[in-house]
């Protein structure tokens, strides 16, 4: 049987899709991905921080390692090594934990964070502000002066942090600093990678080895005597600390 130029024609179209077929389809590919895409974003914060509690609980076991070998908390510069000060502290307490054997270059940085290359902080001043330094966290007992890169020597002692699993020692640092500082509070909500980097939160290390997530209201801007305490070596607020 021959078929007609018609025939022909009608044969091919009836087996291609139609423009509202076509638009249909991708309406619903649009609807999928909209569902989807949410959740494979909330599903990647997730990993991103359970790697970051992760890295965390590996600087743990370094800070705990030097702390057992040495009874005393890295010093958080160390100015006077040329001189064979402190051989043991290396020139920061980056150095310090590297030589217990924390080593991989990732552990240093927050999944989170692109730019970084060390996203974590130490606990070095505690809960100084507004320029009102102190010697109430972990990097050393000379409180820093003008032009100087303190706190150095002497380090504080295992015995001189009255509650190890209440004192914070390294926690996401949202300045682009190895230093975790309570005074820069003030802006941090302001800047959107801080508040989205784990979902308004920020992950601690304490000097007991265990990792919190904490909110950044409580870190930064809480003023309670349970969130102060946290930042010093001697569990007390140190309320003086918060005026200008």
């Not at 309406?27 to 569902?35: E, Q, S």
């Not at 972990?138 to 032009?147: A, E, M, R, V, Y």
């Not at 784990?198 to 919190?212: K, M, T």
Request: aromatic residues 8%.
């Amino acid at each position: 049987m021959n078929l007609t130029l018609d025939d022909e024609r009608l044969r091919t179209s009836s087996r291609a899709f139609t423009l509202i077929e076509l638009l249909a389809v991708i309406g619903i590919i649009a609807v999928l991905a909209a569902l989807l895409l949410p959740s494979l974003a909330r599903s990647k914060m997730r990993a991103q921080r359970t790697q970051c509690v992760s890295n965390l609980r590996q600087l743990g076991i370094g800070l705990q390692g030097f702390v057992a070998g040495h009874l005393v908390y890295p010093l958080a510069r160390n100015p006077d090594l040329n001189t064979g000060a402190y051989a043991e502290h290396s020139r920061t307490w980056i150095e310090a934990l590297r030589s217990t054997g924390v080593s991989p270059s990732g552990v240093w940085r927050c999944p989170s964070v692109q730019r970084q290359q060390f996203s974590y902080g130490y606990n070095v001043w505690g809960s100084h502000f507004f320029g009102n330094w102190s010697d109430l966290g972990l990097g050393g007992h000379t409180i820093p002066q003008k032009g100087t890169v303190g706190p150095v020597a002497p380090p504080i002692s295992e015995s001189e942090v009255s509650n190890p699993n209440d004192m914070m020692a390294i926690g996401d640092s949202f300045t682009g600093l190895d230093v975790l500082e309570r005074h820069f509070a003030d802006y941090l909500q302001g800047i959107g990678q801080a508040a989205s980097r784990h979902q308004g939160e920020g992950n601690v290390l304490f000097c007991d080895g265990h990792v919190e997530s904490v909110t950044l209201e409580s870190l930064f801007r809480d003023t309670s005597d349970a969130a102060l305490v946290r930042w010093n070596r001697d569990h007390q607020s140190h309320r003086e600390q918060l005026e200008p």
